[in-house]
């Protein structure tokens, strides 16, 4: 995640942002106006962005004064220059109270707009730092250009006011959006963080021209497709710009890989992370805490293993516990010098590869042009996202905004930095939900019936995947420990080690499910003519995975692992497992074998053939009531369960 969110009201919070956020996250001295300080903190002012500017007669790019960020965010909702009016209508004869309402937009509100911050990777961000002057101007380019892009998306199709009987009309803000963006330097830590503070009113206008509030609700919901699509055009930005190219690392074993800019060392990365250090080092203990907490009776008041859920909510207090107090900030070019010794004495990457990082980044980018073909093949990359989305997604549920998110990701790994046609997620979208999507919406509300809130499962019959591992039960007895892999039973604790220094369970995580879930729909596309075409799955594959997953040329037969004499399903299977095993996934914790999945082979052909047979006999909104395939549970696809709240950012999508 690369964009967050958080809501700014009125009153303590506001008070928080005007003293330290606008001034590049140091101490605002007091009494200090604005303009100096941020002039003394070595940031430059804010900006006003978005297209709702023209409504209030502001212009994109114009300077945000302090008398304008409160009108707007700290009075609860007032135009940025009320006070002119307000002195306007008094000169014009108008009475105090309606000189007043004249300076509103519509109704006063608490919760006065959101704060998103956009940070790129951190590749990009060590380019922009160690890098010459002319490098940091482009890549602060590209920075704002992707801004743009999100808020230009976000205008047109996440934001809606909600006006009527407990919100029941929802209306896009015709005119746009308002936003005052600042930027920053720095991490907390001192280590260099390019990034920006959006702060989006939430003040729109209706096609009648009255005042309404944005639903935040659908900000917060949209978070994670506005962060992939930052992602993508950032990173397309920059690598157009200077001749770079992106490639697929793994961070975290059985996570999904992050795009980085290739031949930026991961060393330096390291480097600036003492901050995930800090909070690595805090999450083990609290891990601990949390598996080894009892009750008053002496029993487990926890689970004993730690789930995704769990150590996404340790990891945030993690966060808040190493938090260090923020230090004075100082002028880009001094911050530029310091990073440039620090890294060169203490990241253990040789002077000369940092002081031509550029150089060595554009290296290794013709090296990848060189051996990686862009392929985007819709019909093959709404296979990848749908099937990612359901296994991501605990429940088998999603909604269109999962896809979109995913397929904003694909389109990132397979175009390594290249710039894509615009529409094309959702394209990849639309192929997903009309071909391996099944629609099981119930609505009851207004709500219900709108294209972003339509509930989605897949047409496949999943069950055959390895299933997420049972908690186990508690290990008892001082010589007892949990089992390291959930689902077994505990094991005596190795002599010489103490009580409590056994390593922490944990659930495997879903990815590994899901690269799983994709590798066998490819294979088998790789054999089936769709359409009336083969559709050729190498091409895709070599863009669209990871180096890592990419499978080994077929060896000759005696030098094969298969068995002897196996047959064409086996070969298909075999090629599929040495592609996972040779990822960075823990994949041996899941039990692959050759046997299971020739099974999921089998599943998935048996469940296409069943699937253009049903197609075939029914069309239109027959076929939509009739395709109801019974879930493991007895329940009908069409009549689920109320969907819950989603299971956290990796889980989410």
């Known amino acids: 995640m690369t964009v967050d969110i958080r809501v700014i009201r009125a009153g303590r919070m506001y008070g928080y942002y005007l003293r330290e956020t606008v001034v590049g996250d140091g101490r605002r001295p007091a009494r200090t106006p604005l303009r100096a300080a941020q002039k003394r903190a070595g940031v430059p002012v804010g900006r006003w962005v978005g297209r709702g500017l023209a409504v209030l007669g502001l212009a994109p790019g114009e300077e945000v004064t302090e008398a304008q960020l409160r009108n707007l965010f700290g009075e609860r909702g007032r135009h940025p220059d009320a006070d002119q009016i307000e002195a306007d209508r008094l000169a014009q004869g108008d009475s105090p109270t309606k000189a007043f309402k004249a300076g509103a937009l519509g109704r006063r509100v608490m919760v006065t707009g959101v704060d998103f911050v956009f940070r790129p990777q951190p590749s990009i961000y060590l380019l922009w730092a160690l890098g010459e002057e002319e490098t940091g101007r482009v890549i602060e380019a590209a920075h704002e250009r992707a801004i743009e892009r999100v808020l230009e998306w976000i205008e047109d199709e996440v934001a809606v006011i909600r006006y009527g009987k407990d919100g029941i009309y929802r209306v896009r803000p015709p005119g746009g959006l308002v936003a005052a963006r600042f ?85 330096l990365i390291r480097w600036t992370s003492r901050r995930s250090d800090q909070i690595a080092a805090c999450l083990a203990v609290l891990e601990h805490e949390y598996v080894t907490a009892v009750d008053d009776d002496g ?55 940092i002081t031509s990082l550029l150089e060595h980044a554009r290296a290794a980018a013709a090296a990848i042009r060189a051996r990686v073909t862009a392929v985007v093949d819709v019909a093959l990359a709404a296979v990848d996202v749908t099937a990612t989305v359901f296994v991501m997604n605990g429940g088998g549920c999603f909604h269109r905004r ?39 919406s119930e609505p009851k509300t207004v709500r219900g019936l709108e294209s972003g809130y339509r509930l989605y499962t897949v047409r496949w019959d999943l069950s055959c995947l390895p299933a997420r591992r049972c908690p186990p039960a508690s290990a008892s007895g001082p010589d007892r420990q949990p089992p390291a892999d959930p689902g077994e039973l505990a094991v005596s604790r190795p002599l010489g080690q103490d009580a409590g220094e056994w390593g922490i369970p944990r659930i495997p995580l879903q990815y590994e499910r899901a690269v799983l879930a994709g590798a066998v729909l490819r294979e088998k596309l790789r054999t089936t003519t769709v359409r009336g075409r083969a559709y050729d799955v190498v091409a895709h594959q070599q863009a669209a995975m990871p ?45 692959l074998t050759a046997d299971r999945l020739r099974r999921l082979q089998d599943a998935f052909i048996k469940a296409a053939d069943d699937s253009r047979v049903r197609t075939s006999r029914h069309t239109g909104q027959h076929d939509a009531d009739a395709v109801r395939p019974e879930r493991q549970d007895g329940q009908q696809a069409h009549r689920p369960q109320e969907p819950g709240p989603h299971r956290g950012r990796e889980t989410g999508h």
């Open 299 to 353: 029993g487990p008041r926890f689970l004993p293993v730690v789930s995704e859920r769990a150590r996404a909510k340790l990891n945030a207090m993690a966060a808040r516990r190493t938090r260090p107090p923020k230090q004075s900030a100082r002028p880009l070019a001094q911050l530029r010098a310091w990073w440039k010794a620090s890294a060169i004495l203490t990241s253990g990457v040789a002077a000369d590869i």
């Open 547 to 591: 180096e890592q997953l990419l499978a080994r040329p077929a060896a000759d037969a005696e030098h094969d692992d298969q068995e002897p004499g196996a047959g064409h399903q086996d070969a298909i299977a075999m090629t599929a497992l040495r592609a996972l095993r040779e990822s960075r996934t823990d994949v041996e914790a899941l039990d």
């Open 183 to 267: 930027r920053h330097y720095e991490a907390r830590s001192g280590m260099p963080l390019l990034h920006d503070h959006v702060l989006l009113s939430v003040k729109g206008q209706r096609l009648d021209g009255q005042w309404g509030s944005i639903h935040t609700l659908a900000l917060h919901e949209n978070t994670v497709a506005a962060s992939a699509l930052y992602n993508e055009v950032v990173a397309a930005e920059v690598c157009g710009a200077l001749g770079l190219a992106t490639e697929p690392r793994t961070v975290t074993p059985g996570r999904r890989p992050v795009m980085e800019i290739a031949g930026v060392p991961h060393e």
């Open 402 to 440: 999962h896809l979109l998110a995913e397929a904003r990701r694909h389109l990132a790994l397979v175009l390594r930095g290249r710039r894509r046609d615009p529409g094309l997620d959702d394209r990849i979208v639309a192929a997903a939900i009309s071909t391996h999507c099944l629609d099981i």
